[in-house]
């Protein structure tokens, strides 16, 4: 909603409604038949002109003469500064880099006040095919980066698109700031489509999944919303804002705010993450020093890059076996202290930090149950002690259930898990004494044995299959990291299932080593988040690979075209299974429980999950949409020859897909 | 002993599963086939866990090369409690799954992980 100010010479209204009266009066001017047919019959008259029958042969009239032959007058201009220049001033501020989205006419002002007002950078606009992949492509840039980015979305339909990306933002703890264009004055905007686009609140449509939201009324408004939403989204737990824009606001001139008072854009001062309580810090370092078998699980821990360093500090002290659950690049996997999910059934003491489901971690689901009902059931001790710190449950929300089920725990701290590890390791440090650390020596030696066990246990398992047709996930992993392990590389995504060999044996000890999953594990995730975190780490001078998903690319191909068209280096190495392989056995384990044999209907898993018949052609896809590619590659013999090729046209600063035929996992 | 092997060995059903398991074995109406095997894997859907070579994974076990004894095998398929549903044999028929047990035994062993350069690093 826009102002409604008398002071202004033209408004967007009036601005339109000279172009229209002008137009009128040069049309009256060169033929007075215009005239008569603006003189529109009465609510409730016949007009009888509209039953003349027109010859088949129509004379040019006036307004086309005019068009084609004649000077057009000039045309009112709005006066004044932009409101959608100073729209971009405010986002200067912040040095934000990118601007994905795809373009409409809801928010076509601020789009020209970027490009032109603005030179197109800071923020540069990245041209998106879907709104969703906009979405997704901030997600991955801040997990490469940490600095988010804005995205504009068009009105309802724009935001609607957008909304699984937004989703997995607020579940993986993702800032981003969407903008919507909307027009909501009802009695001024142009009707049709660009109605059917507005909505009396259109935030709503993304309200219950983001943190914060505003309908900024006036141009510092604007500026106030605009710091605010920035600081919100950068405040831990992170996560995603909407403000949206309106229409009119965007395109009227500047006026002086309240009395006169010229237009500021306020100081943004980043917050301080919220910390553990000192008692609750010292209770937990009690128990953790108290333990025989202590075992840290970290989740979203590692905020930043310096949490890897604190978490080895901790886990160090206490001799303490370390489980990283890979929504962030945790802990270093070549640690000794690195240990498989398992190691928590005989823990005494659970430290479980930024965790999205502590439940899971001590209790296990079964789909199996009678009745195709699901069995609970605990696995771990009935006498461990449980310690969470973590934020997430600050932005919690009634709607969706990503809170996961309920866990009591013996310590809970709502806080940031990184800022409290600090205060965390003090407190051990003074909590052990001379006889606890001698057990702590031994956990650690046992420690480094298992870990040696588990690493040769891995290997071998690897090894299974390493010759098969389709190339086993093993392999497909192995021959990637061979070719790119002497470079400063960063696995973007790692969408389909790969039974995880990347985190197992791909040596990741710094953060963008591993960028995580999507948060929300909607479909489509992948493909536009490898191509935001390349993006980065193109500023950054590394090297992006990404396993890409057959499944997860289909969703919304497009982002491609975006890679190619902003010369975004990527490796995308295709775990192409031709199935959506998550999905078979859930329709195999109904079919077994029902007791009928599963349709498959001519393809390899029951109907509806497959992705073959026809076959995709993936490489050809991405050449389409101007990447390098090739495949399908079924033998293994030829993936390092084709990666050899792939990896230096991205060198080159391009993108590279190879299509290869896997194995399901 | 694993969880399964207490719950077969324990129950009637078991006991029924072992004998027809031997049975299974001697009865020359289910001599058993590797290429068939190779067949009735991919036709019955068991690569979509386990891998065309039953090598396993995040979904499913590793169960080639040196699967368990076919009698195991066939009491686990008819019936498993863990996250794999239990096939009756109307969805995997006996002669499926003799076969496809042959062909698992018939997948030749893996090689040590340090003969793989690629493994061992």
Redesign the interface.
Known sequence: MSPKDESPKANRRQFLGGVIAAGAATASAITPRISNAADAPAAGEHNHAEHERAPAALPPNGQTIAAETMAPPPLPRLGGRAGSDFMVDVIKTLGIKYLPANCASSFRAIHESLINYGGNTMPEYVSCMHEESAAGMAHGYFKATGKPLITLCHGTVGLMHATMGVYNAFCDHVPMIIMGGNDADAATRPPGVPTIHSAQDINAIVREFTKWDDTPTSLQHFAQSFVRGYKIAMTPPYGPVAISLDAGLQQEPIKPHHAGEALYIPKYVPTSPPQGDSGAVKEAARILVDANNPVIVADRAARTPAAIGLLVELAELLQARVVDLGNRMNFPNTHYLTSPPGVTNAADAILGLEMTDFWATINAY???GQHGIGENNRKARPDVRLISIGAATVPTRANYQQFQRFQYVDVDMAADAEATLPALIEAVKSALNSARKDAIVKRGEAARKAYAEYM?RT????????D?S?I??ARLC??T??QIKHMDWSLVASEG?V??WPQR?WAMEKHHHSLGRSGGYGVGYGAPASVGGALGNRDLGRFSVSIQSDGDLMFAPGVLWTAAKHKIPLLSVMHNNR?Y?QE??HV??L???R????N?GGD???IGTSIMNPDIEYHELAKSMGWWAKGPIKDPAQLAPALKEAIEVVKSGHPALLNVWT??? | MTKLTQIILRSALGSMLLAGGAALLCNPAFAQSAEKGREAFARNGCWQCHGYQGQGGAAGLKLAPDPKPLVYFEAFIRNSNGPMPPYSEKILPKQDLADIHAYLSSIAKTPDYKTIPLLNQ
Not at chain 1, 459 to 466: P, S
Not at chain 1, 595 to 598: E, I, L
């Open positions: 079964t789909d199996n040769a290997r071998q398992e690897a090894a299974l299959a390493w098969a389709p086993s996930t192995m021959e990291y061979a299932n039974s995880n044996l199935a392989h078979v056995m195999q384990r079919a077994n429980f007791d009928r044999p599963s498959n390899s898993g029951p194995q399901p996992r």
